[in-house]
């Protein structure tokens, strides 16, 4: 690969690690098409100079440190990381929902709010899946921050979403991506010619964001270099080739991801549910297995501190909400996002995770690969940048 982080796979990061972040690539690639005001935080301005029409692609899943091993089964993949590849830092949690949001943004989660694949609902006991949500809470108020595809829209640039159709109009859709016309696409090959379709349409400067999601799910169900996983490698690598292939001369293609994975093995699973040690004081719990937000009853943090520190031991850190923010990964977290994080927060080291296997959906307990922490192999992404 053209760079390397140089750091093994489960070394814990910080936030003031590597250059670039994925929060830079949509500001870089309007600075790209003239965007007034845009930072280009990438330095892609002098390499593209002449583009007017930018297609981002994030591939589900496709972490730095899984590139070796997709290379195999996914040749154009592995000949553009051998020579176009650099190394991008997700954000923390390393999680869906949160890396689309702060791609989407260009800014970091504590500013943008969306922090964590679960979090609760200040004031209430409901946790929102942001994977799930519709309409309530309003993603136009939980997520504040104008999208860098409004701020494209809003100068000219002609901005196009392309995600599988059952995506339109979702909360986490809304929350990253309002100001783009959106294509429901369902599959590789459709996903390849509605950006494509998109990218062709008009002369102006044009703007098109795609998104693939099967990489990432067979990871979770199968586990990473499974034989499935690697079928969905190849069709990534077939989605690519087509892009590629058809871009206009005028075009750059911009790919990277939102996390990467590691398969959990069994003797390292905590399970909340069934240890009472890890219920008690609890009034509910959000994140996901890799790092975990406790909200607890008054006056019951050292308590659950005490608790979860003595059973997980050096299987993950057991801190405060204010010692986890003073980290520094979530970014500046104004007042009204604060309760969104719980009480205390567990960030799983190694390959342990903290399951739940009666509170959350039944399969979340079943799943082979998860992410979400802060090691290297989770936060680390890459961009692949290629002209047309």
């Known amino acids: 690969m053209s760079e390397s982080p140089g750091v093994a796979p489960l070394t814990v990061l910080g936030p003031d690690h590597g250059g670039g972040r994925l929060a830079d690539v949509l500001p870089s690639a309007l600075a790209v098409l003239g965007v007034p005001g845009s930072a280009d935080p990438l330095g892609l301005v002098p390499a593209l100079a002449g583009v007017r029409r930018v297609a981002v692609l994030l591939v589900d899943g496709l972490g730095w440190y899984q590139l070796p091993t997709a290379a195999p089964y996914a040749p154009t993949l592995a000949g553009l990381a051998a020579t176009v590849a650099r190394p991008l830092i997700a954000g923390f949690p390393s999680t ?3 890396s689309l949001v702060s791609l989407g943004t260009g800014v970091a989660p504590g500013a943008h709010g969306v922090l964590g694949f679960t979090v609760r609902v200040p004031g209430t006991d409901r946790v929102l899946t942001h994977t799930d949500w519709a ?3 309003s993603p136009l108020t939980w997520q504040p921050v104008t999208t860098q595809l409004e701020r494209a829209r809003a100068a000219g640039v002609a901005v196009t979403v392309v995600s599988r159709p059952e995506f339109g109009g ?7 991506n309002r100001g783009g016309d959106f294509r429901g696409a369902a599959g590789g090959e459709a996903v390849a010619a509605a950006m ?3 990218l062709a349409t008009g002369g102006g400067p044009t703007l098109v964001s795609g998104y693939h999601a099967d990489l990432d799910r067979y990871g979770h169900v199968y586990g990473v270099d499974s034989e499935p996983w690697r079928v969905a490698a190849t069709e990534v690598d ?19 991801a939102d996390h990467g994975q590691l398969d959990v093995p069994a003797a390292h699973r905590f399970d909340l549910d069934t240890d009472p040690r890890l219920r008690t004081g609890l009034r509910l719990v959000a994140g996901e297995a890799r790092v975990r937000y406790l909200h607890v009853k008054p006056g019951a943090v050292d308590d659950v501190l005490a608790a979860w520190s003595e059973v997980l031991g050096d299987a993950a850190r057991v801190r405060t909400r204010d010692e986890a923010v003073a980290t520094g990964w979530f970014g500046p977290v104004p007042e009204e996002h604060l309760g969104r994080i719980g009480d205390v927060v567990v960030t799983c080291n190694d390959t342990y995770a903290v399951m739940a296997s009666r509170t959350e959906r039944p399969m979340a307990s079943k ?9 290297a192999a989770e936060l680390t992404v ?3 940048v290629v002209r047309g």
Request: glycine residues 6%; charged residues 10%.
């Open 96 to 98: 869906t929902p949160t």
């Open 135 to 137: 309409a309530d809470p």
């Open 170 to 176: 979702s909360g986490l859709t809304v929350a990253a």
């Open 196 to 198: 494509l379709a998109a």
């Open 238 to 256: 077939t989605l690519l080739a087509r892009l590629v292939d058809g871009l206009p001369p005028d075009a750059a293609l911009l790919v990277t």
């Open 367 to 375: 799943l082979v690969a998860y992410h979400g922490s802060d090691t």
């Open 382 to 384: 890459p961009l692949l």
